[in-house]
């Protein structure tokens, strides 16, 4: 495989709350269109680390770059702007609301058309209208939602659910996809379906994903790049072959589960 240039990369990243250190001088790069695990107990600080990448938390110190933009502090919106997409542990949709209407609201910061035009269908916002409704079919018809495409998502099995939330990220056309847990509470083979709609996702938009998985077996299979994380700090980083017969990866974690 040819190197690939990084898409994000991160620097002496450190994170406290309240005094209490979540991330502690965490370094790596994510190469461009590739698949990056992030692995580690409870608690290692998988979660905030997304947070800091999307900018939901201001990292105490250290440095970020993404797509060439070098920076300390970035706000979530700046960061959606930017191309950055996010799925939650716990899943973040309108449960009252369908599922096209759900996938929809992903493409909000694509809308240029003012209130006004909206309310009343004028000017810039009928084809708008047209064209986003038409690319969040394109996505529910990627993930194959098609049957369930006007049901109260509320309503939808747990797995239909993170498939939904998964649509609405992609719906953003994101470049850099922030993925937390996309197979938590999955029996096998919703987590063999769901590994392959991230798979298609790479292949089909060359998207790069950032993902936290439990299932070693999952991230093993899924991932071109792993980042094992033990009380907030980083103890492996690399393919996850070599990773995986690191002697500190071993015990922190891996051995722990085998
Ligand atoms: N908003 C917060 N306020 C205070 N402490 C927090 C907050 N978010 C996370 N922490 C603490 O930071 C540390 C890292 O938590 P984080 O949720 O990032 O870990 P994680 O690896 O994602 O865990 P899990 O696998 O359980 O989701 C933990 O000690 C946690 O208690």
């Keep these: 495989m040819t190197a690939r240039n990084p898409l994000l990369t991160l620097e002496h990243i450190s994170l406290s709350f309240k005094g209490v250190k979540a991330i502690t001088d965490m370094s790596f790069s994510v190469a461009e269109g590739e698949i990056c695990a992030l692995i580690g107990p409870n608690g290692a600080g ?29 706000r979530p919106h700046h960061a959606a702007e930017r191309g950055i997409a996010r799925t939650f542990q716990n899943i973040a949709l309108f449960k009252g609301m369908s599922v096209l209407d759900n996938v929809l609201t992903g493409r909000n910061l694509k809308v240029q058309s003012s209130w006004l035009e909206q309310a009343f269908n004028v000017g810039r916002a009928p084809k708008e209208a047209l064209v986003q409704r038409q690319k969040a079919e394109e996505i529910i018809e990627f993930l194959r939602i098609q049957p369930w495409r006007g049901s109260l998502v509320g309503g939808l099995p747990y797995g239909l659910q993170k498939r939904v939330e998964l649509a609405r990220a992609l719906a953003a056309e994101p470049k850099l996809l922030l993925l937390d847990e996309p197979m938590a509470g999955m029996n096998r083979d919703e987590k063999a379906e769901m590994s392959r709609f991230i798979v298609d996702t790479q292949r089909e938009f060359g998207t790069t994903i950032v993902l936290i998985e439990h299932d070693i077996g999952v991230v093993m299979a899924l991932s071109q790049h792993l980042v094992v994380l033990d009380y907030g700090k980083k103890i492996g980083d690399g393919p996850p072959e070599a990773v995986r017969n690191n002697p500190e990866v071993i015990a922190a974690y891996l051995g722990t589960r085998h």
């Design 46 to 74: 998988k979660s905030s680390l997304l947070n800091v990448i999307n900018g939901v938390y201001q990292p105490d110190d250290g440095i970020i770059t993404y797509d060439g933009e070098i920076r300390t502090a970035m």
